[in-house]
Nanobody
Framework: EVQLVESGGGLVQAGGSLRLSCAAS????????IAWLRQAPGKEREGVSC????????YYTDSVKGRFTISRDNARNTVYLQMNSLKPEDTAVYYC???????????????????WGQGTQVTVSS
């Protein structure tokens, strides 16, 4: 059974940090790039970051550059999103998604990802 399981969300004050994890199983993890997307209440889903399957290429949306860092541990089939200097506008449900890209990665919210996690809530209080 293919699974992507996010964890690490929670409630944090503005300026604080969280580290999200996306644990994969049921497929060949290092054949897939991984994206993080988020959706806030009443807003459209947006791409946050992505990481390629092997060469470590990463992309970030402008609003998180310098604050968020994506990484992956292929030995543990896990991708991480370290989120620092959190702002109230980062409040959202965060999802990880797997994409069968040979090179690079996409964090487009309209891309048809192969697999999705169930999401983890991140709430940043002011």
């Amino acid at each position: 059974e293919v699974q992507l399981v996010e964890s690490g969300g929670g409630l944090v004050q503005a300026g604080g940090s969280l580290r999200l994890s996306c644990a994969a199983s049921g497929f060949t993890f290092d054949d897939y790039a991984i994206a993080w997307l988020r959706q806030a209440p009443g807003k459209e889903r947006e791409g946050v970051s992505c990481i390629s399957r092997r060469d470590g290429t990463t992309y970030y949306t402008d609003s998180v550059k310098g604050r968020f860092t994506i990484s992956r541990d292929n030995a543990r089939n896990t991708v991480y999103l370290q989120m620092n200097s959190l702002k109230p506008e980062d409040t959202a449900v965060y999802y990880c998604a797997a994409e069968d890209w040979v090179a690079g990665c996409s964090m487009s919210p309209i891309y048809e990802y192969d697999y999705w996690g169930q999401g983890t809530q991140v709430t940043v209080s002011s």
